[in-house]
């Protein structure tokens, strides 16, 4: 059996957007024997990996779901730790950007991170501003929820002065305020790890993404398994509540 899965991929046929939920560092180090930062350690590697493989591919967005709101409620020490490890890594990997032609963009509340870590952050963003390939979307300090509250505390302003009526609030609108506006909703959810949920990302914009879930730990998870759930993407029949009649036509 040809488990090649790359020859497998239709060009024609890809993604524009793939987000990842990254989930199972921890795990992965202690399954090592090691603390969790190594399996941050870890991770980024694998980040780097998919990244140029999806920049390869000619995937446009990918958006990886690096740290949420609520992973500031862990302790202190893996979070300074996290965004250490995430601000050295992004600096360091700028180069590889920059030669792969990938935009750095973000989204999430990243007025909470440390002054020193946003400021190296987003002159890295500024940096790769020009590149047309890949745009690498990083998810910091995100969750849906904060997303769609901060989407409604917008249009009550707007509202509150005079300049939003109650019919001009339809589903384009929304997502306008969301910090998604410049992107195409995603095509394929990739979450690692084995767990089947969500977890508070993207909610608004998932509404008629494939979800794709795999055992792998993200550590362990190659860019064959990229290629996998691509190639597995491409076997199903998106209805965007048609029926299959409909979209055959």
């Not at 849906?144 to 409604?152: D, L, N, V």
């Not at 959810?189 to 608004?204: A, D, K, P, Y």
Request: hydrophobic fraction near 40%; glycine fraction near 6%.
């Amino acid at each position: 059996m040809n488990m090649n899965y790359k020859e497998q991929i239709d060009k024609e046929r890809m993604p524009r957007h793939i987000a990842i939920v990254m989930d199972g560092n921890g795990r992965w180090a202690k399954k090592q024997g090691m603390a969790r930062v190594f399996g941050h350690r870890q991770g980024v590697q694998t980040v780097h990996d998919i990244t140029v493989a999806a920049a390869e591919l000619g995937i446009e967005y990918l958006t990886l779901y690096t740290f949420s709101t609520e992973n500031w409620n862990r302790p202190k020490e893996e979070v300074d730790a996290l965004m250490n490890l995430l601000v050295d890594t992004i600096v360091k990997e700028t180069p590889t950007l920059m030669d792969n032609n990938v935009r750095l963009l973000t989204i999430g509340d990243i007025n909470r991170l440390p002054e020193g870590a946003r400021l190296k952050f987003l002159g890295c963003v500024e940096q790769t501003s020009k590149n047309t390939g890949l745009s690498m979307v990083i998810a910091l300090s995100y969750s849906s929820r904060w997303e769609i509250t901060r989407a409604m505390q917008i249009a009550v302003e707007r509202a509150v002065k005079g300049e939003l009526r109650p019919e001009d609030i339809d589903e384009p609108y929304v997502a306008s305020l969301m910090t998604t506006a410049q992107m195409p909703d995603p095509d394929l959810l990739i979450r690692t790890s084995g767990e089947l949920r969500i977890s508070n990302f993207l909610l608004w914009q998932l509404a008629y993404s494939e979800l794709y879930f795999t055992d792998c730990l993200w550590p362990e998870f190659t860019t064959e398994e990229l290629y996998k759930a691509i190639v597995d993407y491409q076997h199903r029949e998106r209805r965007f509540g048609k029926t299959s009649e409909q979209v055959i036509k």
